[in-house]
């Protein structure tokens, strides 16, 4: 029963990490707005509501949305900034800096990088493969993101990124012969979540079949939601448990 807790409590930390600490920015980001501008801003809106004949209680909700529309709409700026080099700079530098840190690097560049995969390189990460690493019957998951023919032999050639656990920032690119490269039912989302919890968020079953190529949808059933990844004797007694 403690090791069954203590996957469910770690599984629940990589899942809630990343929201919560965009909760947490998004809520910050909202206070320091409202205690700075929206004070300026209920009090129009309270001369306003007195126009129109409505409650003084509502001044407040109305300053706290527009407190945080403003906050999207600075981090939208913010990140059409972030187009100009010199600001591209300036967050480089800042980011070299946090990473020195060991505990602020785990908490800033783990969310920040699974968001900057799953969204804004969703076109580049095509689809989740299994390959045969470090040594033949040792299976790793990765993401297949071209292939091209290799001269003068002319094989297909899979260019592939296996990322490391638990930091995926870091891996390797590899190129493999198509035959090499296998097709699993998996999305992009759920193998990364499986490679940073270091398989502790993992599918029961998984079905593989000879890679499609990046073309071709490969014919494989749905997935399955992930679990953690127990061990039998716990997985029985918990399946048990639940039986009666």
């Known amino acids: 029963m403690f090791e069954i807790l203590r996957l469910r409590f770690i599984a629940g930390l990589i899942t809630i990490i ?3 600490f965009t909760i947490w920015f998004i809520l910050l980001l909202v206070g320091i707005l409202d205690a700075n ?3 300026h801003i209920e009090g129009r809106v309270t001369e306003l509501l007195d126009v129109l004949g409505g409650p003084h209680t509502l001044a407040k909700p109305v300053t706290l949305g527009f407190s945080l ?3 999207v709409g600075v981090i939208l ?3 059409m900034m972030t187009r100009f080099l010199l600001i591209r700079r300036a967050i480089a530098f800042g980011e070299r800096l946090l990473t020195r840190i060991p505990f602020i690097r785990f908490f800033y560049l783990t969310p920040k990088e699974v968001i900057r995969i799953l969204t804004t390189e969703r076109d580049q990460v095509k689809r989740v493969v299994l390959i045969e690493y470090p040594r033949q019957g040792v ?7 071209s292939e091209s023919i290799s001269e003068p032999d002319g094989k ?11 930091n995926p920032t870091t891996g390797f ?3 493999l012969p198509i035959d090499q490269v296998r097709d699993v039912n998996l999305s992009t989302e759920d193998a990364m979540r499986m490679i940073i919890s270091g398989g502790i968020l993992s599918p029961n079953h998984y079905h593989t079949v000879p890679f499609a190529g990046m073309t071709r949808t490969p014919d494989l059933p749905t997935p399955e939601p992930l679990t953690s990844d127990l061990p039998p004797e716990i997985r029985a ?4 448990a639940e039986e009666s």
Do not use: H, N, Q
């Not at 299976?139 to 993101?145: I, N, R, V």
């Not at 297909?156 to 638990?166: D, G, I, L, Y």
């Open 69 to 71: 529309a403003l906050a």
């Open 173 to 175: 690119m590899m190129l």
């Open 18 to 20: 990343p929201a919560a």
């Open 77 to 79: 700026i913010v990140g």
């Open 156 to 166: 297909t050639m899979v260019a592939v990124f296996m990322p490391s656990t638990p």
């Open 139 to 145: 299976w790793a998951f990765a993401y297949a993101t």
């Open 237 to 240: 007694s918990r399946d048990t």
């Open 37 to 39: 501008v929206g004070r």
